[in-house]
């Protein structure tokens, strides 16, 4: 009995590290974005994953048969053990690579804006010159329909000024007409007697 009770506790040992040993925990990072009127900006939340338990897969009946079946149970454990922290390895070289995608996405997206602001600034001031070109063209042609007018009412003056001119001959014409009886031959012509 002496053996046996050796070979129990022998077998319960490596349940008991099993139980005691705390199993490294991968997490996984999922990103979450905030809707911002500046920019989205991300959040990291860390969800843990389900833990194995290396003991409920093992049943006590295979442990407690033999030393040599401590071996295999201890290399199981050993190999869960590296496989975890190999998931745990790979869960976290993809969170920095989903990080490091989304520094280069808000660098993208902040250089975006910043030409966006810059052509934005550069519009307007085009169209502030637009604008100052279309005022001066507006005050050309006010002048210019100042500089016409001007010209139509000398224009207008000078056939008045013309106007007068002739009346005043054809009345000292026909002042003569009347001194000297004479009729005039156009004006008789005209009638036809």
Same mark, same amino acid.
């Given at each position: 009995? *002496?053996?046996?009770?050796?070979?129990?506790?022998?077998?319960?040992?490596?349940?008991?590290?099993? =139980?005691?040993?705390?199993?490294?925990?991968?997490?996984?990072?999922?990103?979450?974005?905030?809707?911002?009127?500046?920019?989205?900006?991300?959040?990291?939340?860390?969800?843990?994953?389900? =833990?194995?338990?290396?003991?409920?897969?093992?049943?006590? /009946?295979?442990?407690?048969?033999?030393?040599?079946?401590?071996?295999?149970?201890?290399?199981?454990?050993?190999?869960?053990?590296?496989?975890?922290?190999?998931?745990?390895?790979?869960?976290?070289?993809?969170?920095?690579?989903?990080?490091?995608?989304?520094?280069?996405? /808000?660098?993208?997206?902040?250089?975006?804006?910043?030409?966006?602001?810059?052509?934005?600034?550069?519009?307007? /001031?085009?169209?502030?010159?637009?604008?100052?070109?279309?005022?001066?063209?507006?005050?050309?042609?006010?002048?210019?329909?100042?500089?016409?007018?001007?010209?139509?009412?000398?224009?207008?003056?000078?056939?008045?000024?013309?106007?007068?001119?002739?009346?005043?001959?054809?009345?000292?014409?026909?002042?003569?007409?009347? /001194?000297?009886?004479?009729?005039?031959?156009?004006?008789?012509?005209?009638? *036809?007697?």
């Amino acid at each position: 009995m *002496g053996e046996e009770e050796a070979n129990k506790m022998e077998a319960s040992e490596p349940k008991e590290d099993m =139980q005691q040993q705390p199993q490294p925990q991968p997490v996984k990072e999922e990103e979450m974005e905030n809707e911002d009127e500046a920019g989205a900006e991300k959040k990291s939340v860390i969800i843990p994953l389900p =833990q194995k338990v290396a003991a409920a897969e093992t049943p006590p /009946s295979v442990t407690e048969k033999s030393p040599n079946n401590r071996d295999s149970v201890l290399a199981r454990v050993e190999t869960e053990k590296r496989l975890a922290l190999v998931k745990a390895w790979e869960e976290n070289e993809k969170a920095k690579i989903d990080n490091k995608a989304y520094k280069k996405i /808000s660098a993208i997206g902040s250089w975006e804006n910043t030409k966006k602001s810059a052509v934005e600034a550069q519009l307007k /001031s085009i169209e502030e010159k637009l604008e100052k070109k279309k005022e001066e063209y507006a005050e050309r042609m006010k002048n210019k329909v100042a500089q016409l007018h001007k010209q139509a009412e000398e224009r207008r003056a000078m056939i008045e000024a013309k106007k007068g001119e002739d009346f005043l001959k054809i009345e000292e014409t026909a002042a003569k007409f009347r /001194s000297t009886g004479y009729t005039p031959k156009k004006f008789l012509g005209c009638f *036809g007697s």
